[in-house]
């Protein structure tokens, strides 16, 4: 049997061989002319005779050929590629009007695809683990009843390895339970010595994910045993980097912070876990069957996976069973909880929320956009409103004249969606530069065949979306009625084009305050007093190998450290501190007991922030010291110098003494003695702008040696004292690795990365908005000058003063805005509340906020109005009538 094409594909390449297919047609039907002509010559008749009845017997060849063309070509095919190339030269012969339609488009569709392009690789993508959805994350949490104040009631918080252990062997709901613990190790013998970040994982964790070495393997359980011989895997990124992609690099034998590890494995490329970062793997080796609950307190985090056919409802259900009997059964887990939260949510949850209101914001740009191609499209209908009429007077049906309206918003809308992939594209490269990737957390952005996909339909509907209206509208008119307006009567839907030109106004409004909303928090955020000076600060993170580093190195070295940095020309003071004061992680939170109050169970306690600082701390930062003293050269020779408080501690604990008589034991170490307090200071932010200052217990590094430090030089030009800071740290070991070198401000900037990636971008959106708006308003009032120039000409030649022109042209347009502004406003007032968890110092109906919005969007409408308005003032009265 012969294969015979589908008769749409037959058709479609018809309609690129019309030459070909007329010829053969017009050979078939003179072959068969030809044939009933011979018949009636045979029969006797003569040439002329013969050649007569046979064409009255085969009947009209042009329309017999034309009825031929339509039975063998696919006519709507034909008839659309028509139209595709007649409506192309119609848009070239307006240029102006081409090019504004297709920037217009191109910034909605743009926008639209740069932020689905990051929404896409972030919520909707699967995990690139497999079956990535039946990974959770496990935290504990405290009940609202507790009486410690260890943490707030429904707080996440790390996980004792005892409860990790007991959930391991009581779980039915959960295949497998791993723990991991993430800090940074110096990397030497390879290169120059580098800080690295490593995991360190159980044996239960590269099961659990399911992702399996490029190279070697992962770790077993004798790896994980306590002391047993340290192995490690490498990420792709790191093997690649420092080891030149080595294959042979299994078995090879690297120094991490001075203690020996065989590499036994390499993952493959873009394999990570919650830490983007992330260098190297390490077996836990962690003691399972030590009384973690009499001995320690929380500190790994756990990773689980769902089995088979088991909800997260069950799931959560289970622990929290679970976790019930251990909080009956032990008083280290009295009135906590577990809480199970999908791997997803953790990766995404700091940002989920800012792009949802991005990706919304950016919709409204590209509702804007679709209003303003409406509008110019409706102008643009009217102008050609006696064209339209005489073509349809001509013959041509309604659904000829829609469709011919609609190829040309289709064609528009791809072009202005083929630009907005080139500003998506660009747009990206900004975004990933204004958000760092530990934002995030998508190591390769990109607009790739989804988002082009994605974009091509964005584009094909707004084709339709703005299309539609115009052509319905022009085709239910009368042709008749149409042939006899004149110049001054075209108007075409007045109404609808004003009702487009006020939801543009409302639209622009809701943009540009949730735009001011977030730059005012981003401002708010910047001005929060931290309680210390931030300027002038150089701030550096050294981190010692504790194979080289026992308690007393750990403190000489740092002593000489600070020493070597104030010997350096133009520097004020220096000190350490474990982390970077209001956006590091302190050392932790813990409970305290005062002496002489009544005795409670550990698990009830009042809890403190607790940080590790090296004498002159509050002199560099100059933080307050509001009573007693600071910590001072001389307590290097005392082991319990005693504890400095903040002012939110002795407000809260110490209200009814004096702070300086009050003495604690502070729950850190085995040792737990109780201790003076030597001195109150300010209050300092701690971990995060946003959180006001908590209690917090200041232990001198004396007492806690600490193997990572942050070193801080206050100094009048902290960018020229970089590298001479860096070789003073080398002149004591020049193995270290000195990390994350740079000024406070600069680390603080850095982390409001996600309030300024959402100040930035939505006050892009907003003055985009703006923009278009003030232009669909100028477009509108222009087009309603342009048909009331016979009126306007009458009015001045009659007498009309000028100036009552201008301001009747400008109230028009006034009051068209004062409208999208009410509804503008409304809409924010309820919408709004979504962005309350994103903002700082202000409120989501803040009227200050609005006033600013209000005063900017009607400025830009009065001077969108007031050119057209001085058109109107400017006409001659003669012309106008001439012209009519």
């Not at 995404?348 to 919304?360: E, F, K, R």
Request: hydrophobic share 45%.
């Amino acid at each position: 049997m012969a294969f015979r094409a589908p008769r749409f594909a037959r058709h479609l390449v018809a309609l690129f061989a019309w030459n070909t297919r007329d010829r053969e047609m017009d050979e078939e039907m003179a072959f068969h002319l030809e044939s009933i002509r011979r018949e009636y010559l045979h029969a006797g008749m003569t040439e002329a005779e013969a050649e007569r009845v046979a064409r009255a017997r085969f009947g009209d060849v042009l329309r017999l050929k034309e009825r031929g063309h339509d039975v063998r070509t696919a006519r709507v095919l034909e008839d659309l590629v028509r139209d595709v190339r007649h409506m192309a030269r119609a848009l070239r012969k307006s240029p102006g009007f081409t090019v504004a339609v297709v920037l217009t488009l191109a910034l909605g569709i743009g926008g639209n695809t740069a932020i689905f392009s990051i929404v896409d690789q972030l919520l909707l993508r699967p995990l690139p683990y497999p079956q990535g959805d039946q990974l959770l994350i496990v935290y504990e949490t405290r009940h609202s009843g507790s009486g410690a104040a260890s943490a707030p009631a429904g707080r996440r918080n790390s996980v004792s390895p005892a409860n990790w252990v007991d959930w391991q062997r009581e779980s039915r709901s959960l295949k497998s339970l791993a723990a991991w613990r993430g800090i940074s190790l110096t990397l030497t013998g390879v290169g120059a010595p580098a800080r690295v970040n490593v995991q360190f994982v159980s044996s239960e964790f590269f099961p659990l994910i399911g992702v399996e070495p490029l190279l070697g393997r992962t770790f077993s359980d004798r790896d994980d045993l306590p002391n047993a011989p340290r192995v490690v895997v490498l990420s792709h990124h790191l093997w690649q980097g420092r080891f030149g992609a080595d294959p042979t690099v299994v078995g090879r034998i690297i120094q991490l912070s001075d203690r020996p590890a065989e590499v036994v494995g390499v993952m493959p490329a873009g394999f990570q876990f919650v830490d983007p970062a992330n260098d190297v793997w390490l077996p836990y080796q962690l003691d399972r069957s030590r009384p973690w609950r009499e001995s320690a307190g929380r500190f790994m985090n756990v990773v689980a996976r769902l089995q088979n056919g088991v909800t997260l409802r069950a799931a959560r259900a289970e622990m929290e069973g679970i976790a019930a009997r251990l909080a009956s059964t032990y008083a280290f887990n009295k009135n906590t909880s577990v809480a199970l939260v999908p791997l997803r949510e953790e990766l995404t949850g700091h940002v989920q929320t800012s792009l949802y209101v991005l990706y919304g914001a950016v919709g409204v740009l590209l509702s804007i956009a679709c209003f303003n191609v409406a509008n110019l499209l409706l102008a643009r209908a009217a102008s050609r409103r006696r064209e339209i009429a005489i073509r349809t007077l001509l013959g041509a049906g309604r659904t000829a004249i829609i469709r011919q309206l609609l190829v040309e918003s289709l064609l528009l809308a791809t072009a202005g969606g083929a630009l907005g992939i080139a500003l998506a594209s660009w747009s990206v490269d900004a975004l990933v530069a204004v958000a760092p990737v530990d934002l995030l957390r998508v190591p390769d952005l990109t607009v790739d065949l989804r988002v082009l996909i994605y974009t091509l339909g964005v584009s094909m509907a707004t084709g339709v979306i703005v299309g539609v209206v115009p052509a319905l509208l022009v085709a239910r008119k009368s042709p008749v009625g149409s042939m006899r307006m004149t110049a001054s009567t075209i108007t075409h839907a007045p109404r609808i084009r004003q009702a487009l030109v006020v939801f543009q106004v409302a639209m622009t409004v809701m943009l540009l305050g949730g735009a001011g909303l977030l730059v005012r928090t981003l401002v708010a955020l910047n001005r929060v007093d931290t309680g210390f000076e931030k300027q002038g600060l150089l701030t550096m993170e050294v981190g010692l190998p504790p194979a080289r580093y026992s308690p007393e190195r750990i403190i000489q070295f740092y002593r000489q450290a600070v020493d070597a940095l104030k010997a350096l020309p133009g520097v004020e003071s220096a000190a350490a501190a474990n982390s970077l004061a209001t956006i590091g992680s302190p050392t932790g939170r813990t409970t305290f007991h005062r002496r002489g109050t009544p005795a409670m169970p550990i698990n009830e306690r009042p809890a403190v922030v607790i940080r590790v600082v090296t004498p002159g701390y509050f002199r560099t930062l100059r933080v307050p010291v509001v009573g007693g003293r600071e910590f001072i050269e001389a307590d290097y020779a005392n082991a319990t110098p005693g504890f400095i408080v903040n002012e939110a501690f002795a407000k809260a604990y110490l209200v009814d003494i004096d702070p300086l008589g009050a003495s604690l034991s502070v729950l850190m170490q085995q040792e737990n003695p109780y201790l003076p307090v030597i001195g109150v200071v300010g209050n300092v932010n701690e971990g995060s702008l946003r959180d006001a200052a908590q209690p917090t217990v200041y232990y001198s590094h004396r007492q806690m040696p600490q193997l990572g430090m942050t070193l801080v030089v206050r100094t009048s030009g902290p960018a020229a004292i970089v590298k001479p800071a860096v070789d003073a740290i080398h002149g004591l070991d020049p193995t270290l690795a000195v990390t994350r070198v740079t000024t406070f401000s600069d680390a603080l900037t850095e982390s409001l990365a996600r309030e300024r990636l959402n100040a930035i971008v939505s006050s892009c959106f907003g003055l985009s908005g703006l923009l278009l708006a003030s232009l669909g308003l100028y477009a509108l009032l222009a087009f309603m000058v342009t048909e009331r120039t016979k009126e306007i000409g009458i009015r001045i030649a009659l007498g009309a003063q000028v100036g009552r022109l201008t301001r009747s042209v400008i109230g028009d347009g006034l009051r068209l805005v004062a409208i999208g502004i009410a509804i503008g406003i409304g809409g924010s007032l309820v919408l709004m509340r979504t962005l309350r968890t994103l903002l700082f110092g202000v409120t989501p109906h803040d009227v200050s906020t609005y006033a600013a919005v209000l005063v900017l969007q009607c400025a830009v409408a009065a001077l969108a109005s007031y050119v057209p308005a001085r058109w109107a003032a400017r006409v001659e009265p003669l012309t106008a009538l001439r012209h009519e």
